[in-house]
């Protein structure tokens, strides 16, 4: 069982920067891809952003592709999601996810994620 814990959202101005953090329980973290989902109020989960365990496999949501970045440090078995330029259409509950067949590569698809967190807040004002 691994719990995620999300931090670091916010509001913020459009054209402005936040980092995401998602801290995992578990002694195993290196072995688990590692995405980042969002759903913003009257739409689905999209895919925003995966990484492999090793960290060497990253993707990305066309949407995203240039503005975030994703990555982890499997020593404080913490994911990462650096959003920069920030746009009024990313505005969403952000949730971290754990797939435990990860190690080497990651997927898109939120059925592929066993384990997700409670969410945190991002709103970008225009």
């Known amino acids: 069982q691994v719990q995620l814990v999300e931090s670091g959202g916010g509001l913020v101005q459009s054209g402005g920067s936040l980092r995401l953090s998602c801290v995992a329980s578990?002694?195993?973290?290196?072995?688990?891809?590692m995405g980042w989902f969002r759903q913003a109020p009257g739409k689905e989960r999209e895919f925003v952003a995966a990484?492999?365990?090793?960290?060497?496999?990253?993707y990305y949501a066309d949407s995203v592709k240039g503005r975030f970045t994703i990555s982890r440090d499997n020593a404080k078995n913490t994911v990462y999601l650096r959003m920069n330029s920030l746009k009024p259409e990313d505005t969403a509950v952000y949730y971290c996810?754990?797939?435990?067949?990860?190690?080497?590569?990651?997927?898109?698809?939120?059925?592929?994620?066993?384990?997700w967190g409670q969410g945190t807040q991002v709103t970008v004002s225009s």
């Open positions: 996810s754990a797939d435990g067949r990860g190690a080497w590569g990651a997927s898109q698809s939120s059925y592929d994620y066993a384990y």
């Open positions: 578990g002694r195993t973290f290196s072995s688990y891809a």
């Open positions: 990484i492999s365990g090793y960290g060497i496999t990253t």
